[in-house]
């Protein structure tokens, strides 16, 4: 799979994909990234790329010729006056990173994997022309209800989550499955071994809380039931800490998991314990 990312600062990436993960899954040619310079895309003296917004207001914006020229060096078309698309590689998506943009999902990271090719447009200043937006791209992404100086951190948030997803990349292919936001327990392979699972699948939720050697620490124990051995006590207890902490910090999800009819009454259960 392959990322392309257009950005004022192609400098700040340098490091930032050279640890774990994303690292390795270079190395085994299993995502390729570039970063494209915009203001090689420039042709005055002083490689302009922003100007002053019309109707005034603060700040600058970024210029369409630039941002358009680079695009269509990477193979993305314009769209035609009646915004369809002409003919464009079917497994490529335009992504505009924009504190305006529809909040990047777990949901989202798993589609964009299916893709061969992603092109980040890195937003700066005030933002970007908005005729490149309708032209060009096909969503504009926000990672956060909050503003950032411009799109690279976004970018390199999104290459993270996306790539995380393609078969090879993780150690344990099961480790995506099995963590915050993962999918439910009816999208799970079976485990061929015959030994019960220890967890369920988040199906939306956050994941539960997760112990290690030493037992005890800080005068604080790890939980008896994960010392037990006992995996179904286990894999309740995990889907009750998922559905307490769920309800803790992020409630909101709670409105759109998948839940069962036991979900339901823990949940219950620990609001009324909350009260």
């Known amino acids: 799979m392959r990322f392309d990312i257009l950005t004022i600062f192609p400098g700040f990436f340098a490091g ?3 640890h774990g ?27 302009t790329v922003d100007d002053r917004p ?47 943009g529809r909040p990047f999902t777990q949901a989202m990271a798993r589609n964009f994997a299916t893709a061969e090719r992603i092109v980040l447009l890195c937003g700066r200043y005030e933002g970007i022309d908005e005729r490149i937006n309708q032209l060009y791209c096909d969503i504009e992404l926000s990672i956060g209800d909050y503003v950032l100086s411009g799109g690279e951190l976004a970018a390199a948030v999104v290459i993270d989550a996306t790539m995380r997803n393609l078969p090879g990349v ?27 699972r220890s967890q369920h699948g988040a199906g939306g939720l956050l994941d539960y809380p997760h112990y290690t050697r030493p037992a005890e620490f800080g ?16 894999r309740r207890w995990r889907r009750e800490q998922q559905l307490r902490k769920t309800l803790q910090n992020r409630p909101d999800l709670l409105e759109r998991a998948v839940l069962t009819d036991e979900d339901r009454k823990v949940l219950g259960r620990i609001r009324s314990n909350f009260e």
Request: glycine residues 8%; without cysteine; proline residues 8%.
């Open 16 to 18: 930032v994909f050279d």
């Open 21 to 47: 993960v994303v690292r390795r899954a270079q190395a085994n040619s299993l995502i390729q990234i570039q970063v494209h310079d915009l203001r090689a895309f420039a042709h005055d003296w002083h490689r």
């Open 54 to 100: 019309f109707g005034g207001g603060e700040g600058m914006v970024l210029k369409p010729e630039p941002l358009a020229e680079a695009l269509e060096s990477l193979g993305v078309p314009r769209k035609a006056a009646d915004m369809k698309r002409e003919p464009a590689p079917p497994a490529t998506k335009v992504v505009l990173l924009s504190a305006q």
């Open 170 to 196: 993780l150690g344990n292919e099961a480790s995506r499955e099995y963590e915050s936001f993962g999918v439910p327990d009816a999208e799970l392979a079976a485990n061929a071994s015959g030994v019960p």
């Open 219 to 234: 005068g604080v124990e790890v939980p008896e039931v994960l010392l037990s051995g006992d995996h179904s006590q286990i």
